[in-house]
Nanobody
Framework: QVQLVESGGGLVQAGGSLRLSCAAS????????MGWFRQAPGKEREFVAA????????YYADSVKGRFTISRNTAKNTVYLQMNSLKPEDTAVYYC??????????????????WGQGTQVTVSS
């Protein structure tokens, strides 16, 4: 099973940018569709973005489309989430996820094989 470790979270002002990284160990990420989810205080965890095994297909939640970009680097066994034009409502713990047999492009939480520990993103107004 693949192990995932996120990094890159922090405090940023509205309109700013952050890049999250998700480093994998144990297995190569090329075996997995990868995704990012987030959970804000008092809310359920929600889908943010996903990328196919090949990197040829990407999917985004409507709330982040045009502002966030998911990418993967096979050589570094790492997945990224570039977040631009951040808003206070983007404040959440962000989780990296790996799905070896995805049921759909946007990834279903009950299909996820491995989760990272999460990284906090806080956007101040």
């Amino acid at each position: 099973q693949v192990q995932l470790v996120e990094s890159g979270g922090g405090l940023v002002q509205a309109g700013g940018s952050l890049r999250l990284s998700c480093a994998a160990s144990g297995r190569t990420l090329s075996n997995y569709a990868m995704g990012w989810f987030r959970q804000a205080p008092g809310k359920e965890r929600e889908f943010v973005a996903a990328i196919s095994r090949s990197g040829g297909s990407r999917y985004y939640a409507d709330s982040v489309k045009g502002r966030f970009t998911i990418s993967r680097n096979t050589a570094k066994n790492t997945v990224y989430l570039q977040m631009n034009s951040l808003k206070p409502e983007d404040t959440a713990v962000y989780y990296c996820a790996a799905d070896e047999y995805p049921m759909g492009g946007r990834l279903a939480q009950n299909s996820i094989d491995s989760w990272g520990q999460g990284t906090q993103v806080t956007v101040s107004s």
